[in-house]
């Protein structure tokens, strides 16, 4: 019997190959170190809020502010178009390239002389980090086999579990380091707050990290052969200009909205809660409990750092045991450790004692890291290959503003509805009871049109 020609085109097509892992594994060690430094200064600025709190006068609404949305405005205007340079570029380059910015402008924030310019430098940190989670995942899924990326994904929450966890306790440490010091210092010409030289060691390891970036092989993009160029070459300027506005990626993901929006909705609902109330760990043990910032640090950093990885090794488990027996195993995983999430955010701001909020601080990162990976896997599972940068540029922007948006909630709540500083613990008791349990039940929503997709692509042969 003759072949079709479609067989025949298949036969002759000649098999992809995929690039040697050893390339992989090395871009996989660059992309942690710099997810480390990255939350590494996320983690230690938010230990020096009380410092710019009494430094600067501010209400708790505005530390609030300053801790979260001063991070992402600019992620609002830049993010999704940098994200288009990730599909277009060489991701390495835009990867190197971001975290060069963020990290000398965190530097720079060592020497800011007023409230306001504190608040710039957060602003283009925002910008230079925003191209970081939708390059490095793409790259990450050029590189390895698609039987490796549970793993891989897996492996880059160790930036995330060092980061917060060095940060924790290396921030105590280094805010230790400046209380022996004048409160004002000279530094090149400039008087500053003594605590501002944390900025200044924290920020130029970027540097390095952007120069390992530009070793890094970049693997040619997976992209079927058949799939139509999202821009053609003979494109309009204006249509050229509208594929950085992340408008074909909202489309496509409007296409599949069913699985797409309660994914969507759960991650930013649980930010609200998981980002915010980092952000407010030590106002909050410090006002209720009266630790210092390097007791919360030499506790809680080695809490977080054993109850994270613990989260990876149970997230990835628990994940692969779900995936062996249903198609939408990352969601239905994901709806489970959302529940245990739930609780022990609720139960942390009513612990009696410090070492008990501390334990629940540390259960709840553990059970939000162990969702983490299968999340991501989700999404890059469905997202089309030519548009991979910006549609997971949009989910993680779900993520990072409704997140940094959660330390001002808290301090809005605190401020507004609550009205005495002291009593933080009831906002955070308010926040975490009316945002996670909404997240929950969308990521329990999404469960059964992710099923349908995956099935959908697996008809498709992707």
């Not at 797409?260 to 409990?289: C, D, H, K, N, V």
């Not at 629940?360 to 890059?380: E, K, R, S, V, Y």
């Not at 009205?419 to 969308?442: C, E, H, R």
Request: charged share 10%; with cysteine.
């Amino acid at each position: 019997m003759a072949e079709s020609p479609a067989a025949d085109a298949a036969a002759a097509a000649p098999e992809r190959q995929w690039p040697g892992e050893a390339a992989g594994w090395y871009a996989l060690a660059i992309i942690v170190l710099t997810m480390f430094l990255t939350f590494f200064d996320q983690t230690v600025f938010a230990m020096l809020a009380e410092k710019m709190r009494a430094s600067f006068g501010l209400s708790d609404a505005a530390l609030g502010f300053l801790l979260g949305p001063a991070s992402v405005v600019a992620f609002v205007f830049v993010g999704v178009p940098l994200s288009r340079l990730v599909d277009i570029y060489p991701r390495k380059m835009v990867l190197a390239a971001g975290i060069a910015v963020m990290g000398t402008i965190t530097a720079l924030g060592g020497i800011a002389q007023s409230f306001g310019q504190l608040v710039g430098t957060r602003l283009f940190v925002g910008a230079g980090g925003s191209a970081h989670g939708p390059g490095s995942y793409s790259l990450l899924a050029d590189a390895f086999r698609p039987m490796r990326i549970p793993l891989v994904f897996a492996l880059v929450q160790v930036g995330f579990v060092l980061g917060t966890a060095g940060g924790t306790w290396g921030g105590g440490q280094l805010i230790a380091w400046t209380d022996t010091m004048p409160d004002r210092i000279q530094f090149l010409g400039l008087e500053i707050f003594s605590w501002q030289l944390v900025l200044i060691v924290i920020g130029l390891p970027g540097l390095l990290a952007a120069v390992l970036f530009m070793l890094v092989r970049e693997p040619p993009r997976r992209t079927p052969p058949a799939a139509a160029r999202l821009v053609p070459d003979d494109a309009s300027l204006g249509r050229k200009i509208l594929a950085f506005t992340g408008f074909d990626a909202v489309r496509a993901i409007n296409l599949r909205g069913a699985t797409y929006w309660p994914l969507f909705a759960a991650l930013a609902l649980s930010a609200i809660e998981s980002q915010g109330l980092p952000a407010w760990r030590i106002p909050f043990l410090s006002r209720t409990y009266g630790w210092s910032e390097a007791q919360i640090g030499n506790l809680l950093g080695p809490m977080l750092l054993l109850a994270q990885l613990a989260g990876i090794m149970l997230g990835g488990t628990f994940v692969s045991w779900m995936n062996r027996r249903y198609k939408d195993g990352n969601i239905r995983a994901c709806t489970i450790i959302f529940s245990c999430t739930t609780t022990f955010a609720i139960l942390t701001p009513l612990m009696p004692y410090a070492e008990l909020a501390l334990g629940c601080m540390a259960l709840t990162a553990m059970f939000g890291l162990a969702g983490a990976p299968a999340q991501n896997a989700a999404i890059q599972r469905i997202a089309p290959n030519e548009m991979r940068g910006q549609v997971t540029a949009l989910y993680l922007f779900m993520f990072t503003f409704f997140g940094a948006m959660g330390s001002f909630v808290i301090g809005t709540v605190s401020t507004a509805v609550v009205g005495d500083p002291a009593k933080l613990w009831q906002a955070l008791l308010i926040v975490a009871a009316v945002f996670m349990p909404v997240a929950t039940f969308f990521m329990w929503r999404a469960i059964r049109p992710y099923r349908e997709e995956v099935a959908r692509l697996e008809k498709l042969g992707i």
